[in-house]
């Protein structure tokens, strides 16, 4: 059971409130994405959505009951599961709790002292139901029940409870003696996988082969979805392409995380432009991860080669120093870059020898990211100075030199609509009330420096491109991604010997001029 730390939405609060105490809410909701934590994202507790510990997860629920008591609860909950949503059970106290259904069952099993038997036969006719109508055969279909049950049910002691096992095996028609060890076998390699998702400096490798057990499971049952995606996570940040990637389609948030370290949590929230590009380059990157690690690589290549890292310079450009010097956003962006490095190549630290394959993916990430800042404060700084050209210049060369700062600008951030997006979101959040501390006394120059180059850009874009989609277009990428997402949770086929382009991924990227890893 989770421990409370956010508010619950205010609707649903108060639902609880007026059923009285003791009030149990049926919520469903999908995995909560929270895309300022990357690097640092804990582990999700499997068979919870976390409602009742992240503050973002309030948004967008659906409330389908508020039961009077803890077994009318669970009795619901048995009845409306399903492969197409998670269901959260929702109570407060001193504050929001949100409690597993084994959680649930165990309290009420271990209160009757002669047991429920209504209860011990609904459980098992939602084993059954989690059994499938048509499994690919019985032995799929027992292990699907098995993963549901200890994705759900791990509170109680015994892996199904015996007279649950009889219940769903009579109503599936059962009588294979091997059935009971094979649901035992099933729900201790699950078990065992979701308990090695805590376990410190893994192998990409090692992630990789758990992902590919997850998967699968994870298309009917939601609520391993969030550990299938967390795994995705964890090897895309042990992947230079997959950082490369990331570091292309990531808006500039070093303004939040320079609030965030100075000011903890009581900072302005990030603004929701940013916010959505942040979510976007996530799902994008997983997509990535998702077709690569599934044996499509065709689909990854076509991702990769759509968002390439852009092309490194060995000094910033005079615009973008003169950008540095006028913007203290942009110093502080800088100066993070060398902090990261300097923390990732310091052989004092454990990561550095336990973990080098994050290590290598985060110096592809950090020099693609410094990259794009070049490019950024580059396209800014020329919008916020245009280069003077000497009189003897012609009219059409004059022409083509007044349309550089707009495509310098769409090169940065990939579309025109893209960089107004970022540029209007970094204002928004700089004018939150109240300002913190730190930055009470450069805010306001920082927003007139903005300001002023967000009013500059739109004359100076290229003519044509204000209603073209080109580059980083967030519908297609959407559709796209989603295509790709879907196609990942359909059951992998049995794993083939790893093919040539698994062996070349990451030796070919260690050919001069870029950046890499060893598989």
């Given amino acids: 059971m989770s421990e409370p730390t956010s508010p619950l939405p205010e609707a649903l609060s108060s639902r609880l409130a007026a059923a009285g105490p003791g009030a149990v809410a049926l919520v469903e909701t999908g995995p909560v994405l929270d895309p300022l934590t990357w690097e640092e994202a804990p582990v999700p507790v499997v068979g919870e959505t976390g ?32 492969a197409t949503g998670q269901l959260a059970l929702v109570s407060t106290g001193e504050g929001p709790f949100e409690h597993t259904p084994g959680e649930l069952a165990a309290r009420l ?5 002669s047991g429920d038997a209504d209860l011990v036969e609904a459980m098992g006719h939602w084993l059954a139901r989690r059994f499938g109508p048509r499994p690919q055969s019985p032995e799929a ?29 009579d109503r599936a028609g059962d009588d294979s003696p091997d059935t009971g060890e094979l649901i035992m076998r099933t729900s201790l390699t699950l078990t065992d996988l979701i308990d090695r998702m805590n376990a410190p400096h893994r192998t990409r490798a090692d992630l990789v082969a758990d992902w590919r057990t997850l998967q699968p499971l994870a298309a009917t049952i939601p609520a391993l979805r969030a550990g299938a995606d967390w795994l995705l996570d964890q090897i895309a940040l ?27 949590s009581s900072v302005p929230a990030l603004d929701a432009a ?25 689909e990854a290549e076509l991702l990769r080669n759509a968002f390439p ?19 203290l956003t942009a110093r502080h962006a800088l100066d993070a870059v060398a902090a990261r490095r300097a923390a990732a190549s310091a052989e004092d630290d454990t990561a550095y020898f336990a973990d080098p394959e994050r290590l290598h993916a985060e110096s592809a990430y950090l020099s693609t990211w410094q990259g794009r800042l070049d490019l950024v404060h580059d396209a800014l700084g020329r919008l916020a100075s245009p280069v003077a050209l000497p009189h003897e210049v012609s009219e059409d060369l004059r022409a083509i030199a007044a349309q550089v700062p707009g495509r310098r600008l769409a090169e940065a951030f990939g579309t025109r609509e893209r960089a107004l997006a970022a540029l209007d979101g ?51 990428i959407r559709r796209r991604v989603e295509q790709i997402m879907d196609a990942a949770r359909a059951p992998l086929v049995p794993q083939a010997p790893p093919t040539a382009a698994l062996q070349d991924h990451g030796v070919n990227l260690q050919q001069p001029g870029t950046i890499g890893m060893q598989p």
Avoid at 109 to 113: E, K
Avoid at 274 to 298: I, K, N, P, W
Avoid at 458 to 471: F, I, M, N, Q, T
């Fill in 274 to 298: 940013r916010t959505s590009q942040l979510a976007q380059a996530r799902h994008t990157v997983r997509s990535y991860t998702a077709a690569f690690y599934s044996g499509r690589t065709e």
């Fill in 141 to 169: 279909g027992w292990a699907a029940a098995a993963a549901a049950w200890t994705c759900h049910m791990r509170a109680l002691a015994e892996l199904p409870l015996t007279a649950v096992l009889t219940a769903a095996r």
């Fill in 238 to 264: 042990r992947d230079a392409p997959a950082q490369q990637m990331r570091a292309v389609l990531e808006p500039d948030i070093s303004d939040h995380q320079r609030d965030h370290r100075a000011a903890g």
């Fill in 309 to 327: 890292a852009p092309a490194r310079s060995l000094h910033a450009s005079a615009q973008a120093q003169a950008w540095r010097q006028a913007s």
């Fill in 51 to 82: 409602l009742a510990r992240t503050p973002s997860a309030g948004e967008g629920v659906s409330v389908l009951q508020v039961c009077r008591g803890r077994r009318e609860a669970l009795l619901r909950w048995l009845e409306l599961d399903s």
């Fill in 109 to 113: 099993l271990q209160d009757s002292a």
């Fill in 426 to 476: 970094q204002i928004g959040y700089l004018q939150q009330e109240p300002t913190p501390e730190h930055r009470r006394k450069s805010t306001r120059g920082e927003l007139a420096l903005l300001t002023a180059v967000r009013d500059s850009a739109v004359p100076r874009l290229p003519a044509g491109e204000e209603h073209g989609k080109s580059g980083l277009d967030e519908d297609a």
